[in-house]
């Protein structure tokens, strides 16, 4: 009875409102800002090449690059050449000048097939060349962003440590102010491209006793007296990706390379962070969707008791529960990119997209070999290779207790950006 009358009264109000609205010639305005789900000509175009370019140029060979940890030269200087090392950067400076949406949707189809290539991308595009294009100055942006964004060098982004990893602010690299230039010492651990990129972007502390406002941010080049490559880490998944520590020891780095005002570095990280976060989650997104579309492919091939394995509902039902999830993760890997190509604050969006998408990929993963079986488990069939990948989206750029962090003091209040309603065109509580 009282489920009737607060039925009556809501339907009463959205009446009223909707009286009002049309009283106030707002519901024709309405109809120009209504939710738009269809991707663009040009979007569907970039999303179409390259899911050519995975099944042409990736695809072959990826197994062999998994098995041997080869780095993909050739592959991601064609992806360079192509445009997708750079590609939100303007042309100005040599990118291919698309929005955030175009990002997604490429890094979905690379990493469908090569998550190893994928995050090479990731990183130059999202962590690289956007740290560069939106904090350096003009003069480092002609020197060293030009190059990245046409993919003719690549670069690396060195926050983590030996024993600063989810602590980002707890930095034993030191930057010393030496009056012209900075002498930087310490060592970075995990780091993507790194022996492969020529270009670093270094976080170091300046001045310990301001904590992260004493932390600054650097461009430093491979190439300098000091700067020592580490052995190849030897990974669980993405193995074909370049991952090493990097030692650095009084290495001189002019004054004219550091990104933004002195003590600017922690900000500089979290932000292209914010930024990447989404990156890792289209990567994650695509993990999660190559697993399925090779789960759909097999099940209707695969025989067991006298049918089709898709016409058992225990392999339907899995498939109903992992096409449901990858289509949320989609759509919050876009409302992310949209936010940011809004120039709306992302930060909340872009860690809920990393945080879903990366355990969706885990979840879909771990299905898309049962659903397999045996064959499941085998190289041949590469999901087991997609199920060892997206572990790894769970823990770089923030691991997935981080990004509940960022989300719980964003939603309680407590972030510096302040209050949170439920969806950028939600009611609040
Ligand atoms: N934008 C702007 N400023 C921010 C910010 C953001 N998104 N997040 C934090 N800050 C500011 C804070 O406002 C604060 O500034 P004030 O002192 O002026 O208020 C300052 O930075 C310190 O912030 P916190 O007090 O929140 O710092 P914290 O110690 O509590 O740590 C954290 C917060 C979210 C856990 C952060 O340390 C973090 O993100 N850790 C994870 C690091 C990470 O993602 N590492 C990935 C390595 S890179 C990588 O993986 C690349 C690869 O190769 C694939």
Redesign the pocket.
Known sequence: MMDNVEFCETDFFTSALMFNMRLRGLIPLLKHVIMDFQLTEEHLMIQKAARDFAVNELLPGVIERDEHQQFPVEQIRKLGELGFLGMMVDPKYGGAGLDTISYVLAMEEISKIDASTS?CMS?NNS?VCWGLETYGSEEQKQKYLVPLAQGQVIG??L??EPEA?????SQRTTAEDKGDYYLLNGTKN???NGNSASTYLVIAQTHPEKG??GINAFIVEKSWAGVTIGAKENKLGIRGSDTHSIMFQDVKVPKENRIGEDGFG??FA??T??G?RIG?ASQALGIASGAYELALKYSKERKAFGKEISQHQAIQFKLADMATRIEAARLLCLKAAWEKDQHLDY?LSGSMAKVFASETAMWVTTEAVQVHGGYGYVKEYHVERLMRDAKITQI???TSE?QR??ISRTTIGLA?SGGWQPSAIGFSF
């Open positions: 995050v990183v962590l690396a982004f926050l983590s990893g989810s602590d980002a602010t995990w780091i993507t992260s406002k922690f900000k979290m932000k962070l914010a990447g890792i930060t770089y750029e923030g981080v962090i960022v510096a």
